[in-house]
């Protein structure tokens, strides 16, 4: 086969070989423009030109996450992280990859790029901490936040804004409690996710009746919804769900209305139509870590620490959350929510 | 394709013989890893003007690496693409064998080197059993190793949460036996400044292997054969069943390799992880010239396609663009090369019917 194709002649292929070669230079164009608007909102330095290690000059903070891309709740802190970039001028590096290896890739791609200071969230600890360490050796001041509350201290971080999975799911099933719950639903949209885990774990350890893990895929919120309604239908006698997100909220909210058994709704984290049900009822109460915070306090953090020496929270972890939200402080939540910024 | 080419490849190293001089630059203008050498290239100069923190060996490094860990299972999953098969597997396989070395040497308290051999075994046997199954049932290789995805993905999930009541493993960097597996699978070195990882190094003598395999070999034309036309190979006496249940095994085997550096570097595995990277294996290969159909490729391509991944997964963060434009990029180098390949297969058939 191989050998036929090597007696080709070459008019044709070079001229394939030529547009092979010039696409890319298009594409490069079109990608740096689109990025180019992103990094409008972080700083006016633009991309690639900022003096990293300048400490007077314009500072690159990279912050690196276990984000799979598209979720609301990862725009909310990304959203911080950009309002911070912006108000304190400077250059905010955001990366992500859901797989821990690729993870760690991308903080030592953010050490070899001489950054300023470093953001991690730490959702596989195990995976990124040879990488964390290298940027501490580099002397490149580094925080955790989101998630990592258990282990940031022994990394030799200084300083994690988030809230503790645990003691939210433990605060959910105290809640459940005093809402008089029996049987409980806890949805977990994500396999294999330790943070969702930790979740359903702390409510099942400190509530009182039956509760039980369903699992669902999150990236199919028409499947989730349906999973739902079945073992809805299937033990009509589940009075409670309990949800981690704000999207699967939504879907659930279709779920129990389509399977009619009665059952009541909470839900951790928030979005514009999570706080619209939460107002009209249809939700009890929701559970919000304040991703929006955490992205904010950790470029603000950081920025302080590099410009000003300083740290917050005295060496031990700065709580983003639990923050309920339910009908006596909704009105007051409301408004932000529409704005992607709570 | 004639019953001629294909009963012409199994015939070993005969038409090797036959270039001439000048036929030398038509040679390297028909080589499946030209297109995407000259877009690996392209790429690297236009991400190093872009990004100047890329500029040094230790940015260079990083890519190097990022590389490698797509290019290992490229290769593997090149030879069986070439072969004519895909593995949708290849992506979850990884973790499992990642998973199996980790769990049988924790929970049975087992040296680190008997689990990585009773994991080699695992991989192997899956990549038999996808092999067996395709061979015994004819079932399209895209159904059977879809199949094998999804039950791997979920058994990855449930035998973790089962046997370690998590979604995870447990640390085994405490381990006998770690140091060393480490030191083969997951060590560094440096040289004029850049951190080469290990893997690396095993890319490339993989690659390597693959090449010599597949272009000085008997059974490298057995796999061209299989892959272009496997009845008239079948008829020429090639062993087709066999050659394609090796080819995989052979991604079982480079799943466990790499299973191995994920487990060894990072000490503990995420039981949810990998789904997705094998349509970038797939990609890579197919950027580097194999084709889709089968009969046609190279390890060498599939390593430029891995390394074109790398630079532009890796560019796109030190340029300080937005992740996300990674995966228009996978698209879009995915659209050129099978544009390319278009080309290369046309003038392939133009003149067999001349």
Known sequence: ?342 | MSETEVGRSPDPAGSEKKKSGNLGLRVFLARPELGSFLAATALLVIFLIIAPTMRSAKSLSTVLYDSSTIGIMAIAVCLLMIGGEFDLSAGVAVVTSALTVSMISYQLNLHLFVGALLAMGVSLAIGLFNGWLFVKTKIHSFLVTLSMFFMLRGANLGITKAVTGEVATKNISEMGGFDTLRAIFASNFHIFGFNIRITVVWWIVLTVLAMWLLERTKVGNWIFAAGGDADSARAVGVPVDKVKIGLFMGVGLLAWFYGMHRVTAYTSVQAGEGFGNELIYIAAAVVGGTLLTGGFGSPIGAMIGAFIFGVARQGIVYAGLDPNWYYFFLGFMLLLATIFNLYVRRFATQRKVS
């Open chain 1, 1 to 342: 086969m191989i050998r036929s194709i090597r007696t080709l002649k070459g008019g044709r292929l070079r001229r394939a070989a030529a547009i092979a070669a010039i696409l890319p230079l298009a594409l490069a164009a079109c990608s740096s423009g689109g990025a180019g608007d992103e990094d409008d909102n972080g700083d006016g330095g633009g991309e690639g030109t900022s003096e990293a290690g300048d400490p007077d000059g314009d500072l690159t903070i990279a912050m690196v996450t276990h984000e799979a891309p598209g979720d609301a709740f990862w725009d909310r802190i990304r959203a911080g992280a950009e309002a911070a970039a912006e108000d304190l001028g400077v250059t905010l590096r955001y990366s992500n990859n859901r797989e821990a290896p690729e993870m760690a890739t991308l903080i030592d791609n953010a050490v070899d790029s001489n950054v300023d200071a470093l953001a991690v969230t730490l959702a596989y600890p195990d995976a990124v901490s040879g990488a964390v360490t290298r940027a501490i050796d580099e002397g490149i001041p580094t925080v955790a936040f989101n998630s990592g509350d258990d282990v940031w201290q022994d990394m030799g971080l200084e300083m994690y804004f988030g809230s503790s999975e645990t003691v939210a799911g433990e605060a959910v099933g105290d809640r459940l409690n005093e809402l008089g719950a029996e049987n409980v639903v806890c949805l977990i949209q994500e396999s294999g996710a330790v943070q969702l885990e930790a979740r359903c774990d702390g409510a099942e350890s400190t509530f009182n009746g039956d509760f039980e893990v369903l699992y669902a895929e999150g990236t199919d919120l028409p499947g989730l919804e349906a999973s739902l309604t079945s073992k809805l239908q299937s033990d009509p006698s589940i009075d409670y769900v309990v949800t981690l997100g704000a999207p699967f909220a939504v879907a659930a909210m279709d779920s129990l209305e389509n399977a009619d058994t009665g059952a009541n709704l909470v839900t951790f984290d928030l979005n514009e139509e999570v706080a619209k049900a939460v107002q009209d009822g249809e939700i009890e109460f929701t559970v919000d870590q304040q991703p929006y915070v955490q992205g904010y306090l950790s470029v603000l953090m950081l920025y302080l620490n590099v410009t000003n020496g300083n740290d917050l929270g005295g060496g031990e972890q700065v709580l983003t959350g639990p923050s309920f939200v339910d009908s006596e402080n909704i009105d007051d939540v409301i408004e932000y929510t529409s704005e992607g910024t709570r």
